[in-house]
């Protein structure tokens, strides 16, 4: 399971670690691509192909799903680890997640997603500004 948080940098070409305890996790090349939030998703291929199975089942006839599917899979790339535990994100997703030096790798149970360190740090703030409510709104 993909727990903790981390900081890591992401250096000038678009590298960065992933945390050990996370890489024992993931095969050799694991899929990034948008998230929800503002972050980049790390997916394991079996984590991967559960998302596609349940995309393919969408009704594509809704706007919306078409728009979804296009945003996720127009951003999602195969990445593979190399010597020194790190993967190299693509440009345009760097873009979108607004990624500079400084990161956060956090776990979210099924995947890892990389934050901008700023981003992440508002994101957390607010949500933990309502934890009490929204652990009240939830059915386990």
């Given at each position: 399971m993909f727990i903790g948080e981390y900081s890591h940098k992401i250096d000038a070409k678009g590298r960065i670690t992933i945390p050990s305890k996370f890489r024992e996790l993931f095969d050799d090349k694991v899929i990034v691509t948008r998230g929800i939030d503002g972050c980049i998703t790390i997916h394991?291929?079996?984590?991967?192909?559960?998302?596609?199975?349940?995309l393919k089942?969408?009704?594509t006839t809704k706007k919306e799903v078409r728009a979804y599917i296009h945003l996720i899979a127009s951003k999602a790339c195969e990445c593979e680890f190399d010597k020194l535990g790190r993967i190299?994100?693509?440009?345009?997703l760097i873009k979108d997640a607004q990624l500079e030096k400084d990161c956060v790798i956090v776990g979210?149970?099924?995947?890892?997603?990389?934050?901008?360190?700023d981003k992440w740090q508002k994101h957390y703030e607010e949500a933990a500004a309502n934890f009490e409510n929204i652990a009240q709104s939830l059915e386990f």
């Open positions: 394991t291929l079996s984590n991967w192909n559960e998302i596609y199975e349940k089942s969408l009704p190299l994100i693509p440009a345009g979210s149970i099924n995947h890892a997603e990389i934050w901008n360190q």
